[in-house]
């Protein structure tokens, strides 16, 4: 198991940035993949980002291709999204989530998460 506390949302106009922070506990954060997923009103949970154990890796929804950025420090127990050009469609509460070794697409395989962060983007 592993914790997960998010922090960073807010309100920001389209086109603007804002960075999200998930502080995770426990001393084997190393291995779990770690995600970032969001709920917008009325749709389902999706996948937004991950990023494999080592942080080599990364992985994004089409959606945010090129304008989101996962990374981690595993000396800190930390993952940030680095959200740039951001679009009305990506308001939603927005969620650091973790699962085994291996990535996933799919929000629902991701069995941890934490207590989400609204980020709002007004156009």
């Known amino acids: 198991q592993v914790q997960l506390v998010e922090s960073g949302g807010g309100l920001v106009q389209a086109g603007g940035s804002l960075r999200l922070s998930c502080a995770a506990s426990?001393?084997?954060?190393?291995?779990?993949?770690m995600g970032w997923l969001r709920q917008a009103p009325g749709k389902e949970r999706e996948f937004v980002a991950a990023i494999s154990l080592s942080g080599v890796l990364t992985y994004y929804a089409d959606s945010v291709k090129g304008r989101f950025t996962i990374s981690r420090d595993n000396a800190k127990n930390t993952v940030d999204l680095q959200m740039n050009n951001l679009k009305p469609e990506d308001t939603a509460v927005y969620y650091c989530?973790?699962?085994?070794?291996?990535?996933?697409?799919?929000?629902?395989?991701?069995?941890?998460w934490g207590q989400g962060t609204q980020v709002t983007v007004s156009s």
């Open positions: 989530a973790a699962r085994g070794q291996i990535h996933s697409y799919y929000a629902n395989d991701y069995p941890y």
């Open positions: 426990g001393r084997t954060f190393r291995n779990y993949v």
